[in-house]
């Protein structure tokens, strides 16, 4: 079974820094208790394996999750840009368990 955890377009902040993760979806990451990073592979279109570590706030109200590791890299060898989308996906099977994809839909609108 496959779920789709990410479908966001991209911000500044998304592609210089860091990406930014909902909240809700928390739960297909698997973080042992008082842990606030936990690191998972996520494989693209071509088969590139990419190493990306989520991370959330050690304190405060709000958690911030945002996705660093190899983040920077893929923006850069994909050329992505703000307002490209960028769609994460949790596969599930009972054979393999769980698995990552990444994927990237350009932005296809023209600036006039």
């Not at 860091?18 to 698997?30: I, V």
């Not at 042992?32 to 959330?56: H, M, Y």
């Not at 368990?97 to 350009?106: A, F, L």
């Amino acid at each position: 079974m496959e779920f789709e955890l990410m479908n966001k377009q991209l911000t500044t902040t998304d592609i210089e820094s860091c990406l930014a993760y909902t909240t809700a979806n928390l739960w297909a990451f698997q973080m042992v208790q008082g842990q606030n990073a936990i690191s998972f592979n996520a494989r693209d279109p071509t088969g590139k394996v990419w190493e990306f570590k989520l991370c959330t706030r050690n304190h405060g109200c709000y958690k911030k999750p945002v996705i660093r590791g190899d983040w920077l890299d893929y923006v850069r060898e994909k050329g992505l840009t703000v307002n490209d989308s960028i769609i994460l996906t949790m596969v599930e099977d009972a054979e393999n368990g769980v698995s990552y994809n990444i994927r990237v839909e350009p932005n296809t609108e023209l600036a006039i």
